[in-house]
């Protein structure tokens, strides 16, 4: 199986950029769909964005289309989570998840993926 681990998280400001990472050890990466889902206290984890195993496609949520990318380097086993314009609603704890799956398969539920990291948390100040 797969472990993954975040990074990259920070207390940042309304319209600042981050970049969060996704270390992935034990298998390599390139057998996962990945996706990023964000939990803000007292909400449910909402998807945020997906990409698939060879990093052809993505799916974003509405409220982090045109803001966020997401990007995977498999020779490095890590995938990214590029962050603008960031906004104080975008406060939450961040986790990246992986699901082995078809080659150009994105998956936007969380109950689809089988392994997750142990989170970020992403806190932006007015």
């Known amino acids: 199986q797969v472990q993954l681990v975040e990074s990259g998280g920070g207390l940042v400001q309304a319209g600042d950029s981050l970049r969060l990472f996704c270390a992935a050890s034990?298998?390599?990466?390139?057998?996962?769909?990945m996706g990023w889902f964000r939990q803000a206290p007292g909400k449910e984890r909402e998807f945020a964005a997906a990409?698939?195993?060879?990093?052809?496609?993505?799916n974003y949520s509405d409220s982090v289309k045109g803001r966020f990318t997401i990007s995977r380097d498999n020779r490095k086993n890590t995938v990214y989570l590029q962050m603008n314009s960031l906004k104080p609603e975008d406060t939450a704890v961040y986790y990246c998840?992986?699901?082995?799956?078809?080659?150009?398969?994105?998956?936007?539920?969380?109950?689809?993926?089988?392994?997750w990291g142990q989170g970020t948390q992403v806190t932006v100040s007015s």
């Open positions: 034990g298998r390599s990466l390139s057998a996962y769909a």
């Open positions: 990409i698939s195993r060879g990093g052809a496609i993505t």
């Open positions: 998840a992986a699901k082995p799956g078809s080659i150009y398969s994105v998956y936007t539920r969380a109950d689809e993926y089988d392994y």
